[in-house]
């Protein structure tokens, strides 16, 4: 069984939102950091947002103001609601699960290969 699965991607106009979701199956809800990672072909994966076990959102300042992650407790669902869209944001977006209880720097997850689960991805393109 897939443990962590995205969806909500799809084609918008630059200023546009989007809502993408991961469900979060088993154990990991109550025990991992939960991380938005986005990766476009050509270019560095990059860490978007966190949420660690503590409730506390962290994101990347490129989109600070425009993005926002939450949580679902019931439905074991992490939310990315992604306002004011731009061309720069086009990617594929995944959720994955660092096992610290604290999430790393966002720049960490660039280059740090420590996760413990990832999901398949949605994608997210943006058009001008």
């Known amino acids: 069984q897939d443990q962590l699965v995205e969806s909500g991607g799809g084609s918008v106009q630059a200023g546009g939102s989007l809502r993408l979701s991961c469900a979060v199956f088993g154990y990991i809800w109550d025990n991992y950091c939960l991380v938005w990672i986005r990766q476009s072909p050509g270019k560095e994966r990059e860490g978007v947002a966190t949420f660690d076990l503590y409730g506390r959102p962290g994101y990347v300042d490129s989109v600070k103001g425009r993005f926002t992650v939450s949580k679902d407790n019931a439905k074991q669902i992490l939310y990315l609601q992604m306002d004011n869209l731009k061309p720069e944001d086009t990617a594929n977006y995944y959720c994955?699960?660092?096992?610290?209880?604290?999430?790393?720097?966002?720049?960490?997850?660039?280059?740090?290969?420590?996760?413990?689960?990832r999901g398949k991805g949605t994608q997210v393109t943006v058009s001008s």
């Open positions: 994955a699960a660092d096992p610290g209880r604290l999430c790393r720097p966002l720049a960490d997850y660039a280059y740090w290969d420590g996760l413990s689960y």
